[in-house]
């Protein structure tokens, strides 16, 4: 009976959305559910057996606390508790901090991460907001690659009727409707579906950092942390190579006076992505130490032609989010002076574990 107590009591943890764990006296984690994983974003070996500050680059709630309630034998709650993981993720957390003393001292600890509610809406909002954008921008392409076309022809058929004088001026406005028409075509963005074949997701960025580092005319640095327990799943990888190498290729141009791009992979456990829960995601973070992004665009990121660079045209950025919805993901940036980060989620669906 009391095994079988303890195994409900381990399933009812596991479906939680709640981070919760046990500290012993010493404050040494000594039992974890999944959701505490996807809170910190780290493996077991990572927070079994860890005391609780160093599962953290910096959290708020000083351990003495910790050590008072389990003194003192009492319970305390603190709210809106700023957080830095050990990744780089800044949270704001409620924590509730029970004192247990059966069969031993320890605290029970619930965690709450109250930004991921706003999060989801800020999400939900934003994909609808990208899908009437990218619908707004696809109807008004078509409407000008039509003309376009005749525009084109109109000037080939002048040109053969011209001396070869006035022929530079047919041709000039021949190479400005291909110009043109090579922009709509990206307006269009991608319209073949998603291949999806099983793939190993590191190769993929192997071959994008190659193809970065061939092009990379301010000598930027890059370094990689990846997280080998990501099994081999479904995408493809044509789509997705692009769409990284747009956000990579983003970070190459600010970065004008040289600097650093981390490649950093993760896997998430119990992640919601538009409206669905997901047992593994793989997370793909492009991290860079330029300026930041400005204020005045950091909504509007996504959208078509919205961009902060001199030549850009505002496409790498919208292109790379409609490629991520053709595989259910999702793309988000948290950015401020000295730290932009990308963060391209995945849902691995065809996982055995």
Sequence with gaps: MTNSLISTEKLISAQMTTAVLLLDMHLLVTFYNPATSALLGLGEKRILQQH???????????????????????????????AISLDGRHLLLDITVTYCENPEQHLLLEIRQIDQQRKISLESLQQHQHLAARELIRGLAHEIKNPLGGLRGAAQLLEMSLTDELTEYTQLIIAQADRLTNLVDRLLGPYRPAKLQKNNLHQMIEQVRQLALMDNPHKVQFSLDYDPSIPDFAFDTELLQQALLNIVRNAQQVLTQGGDICLQTR?????????????????????????????????????????????????????????LHQHGGWIDCDSWPGHTEFCLYLPIVDSEN
Aim: aromatic fraction near 10%.
């Design 52 to 82: 609780f500050s160093q599962l953290f680059q910096y959290n708020e709630v000083n351990t003495q606390r910790f050590n008072q309630a389990i003194s003192s034998q009492n319970n305390f709650n603190v709210t809106d508790v700023k």
């Design 267 to 323: 896997v998430l456990f119990q992640h919601t992505l538009h409206g669905k829960r997901y047992k593994l995601v793989a997370a793909i973070k492009v991290i860079d130490n330029g300026p930041g992004i400005a204020e005045a665009v950091k909504d509007t990121l996504f959208y078509p032609m919205v961009t902060t660079q001199p030549q850009g045209n505002g496409l790498g950025l919208s292109i790379a989010q409609t490629l």
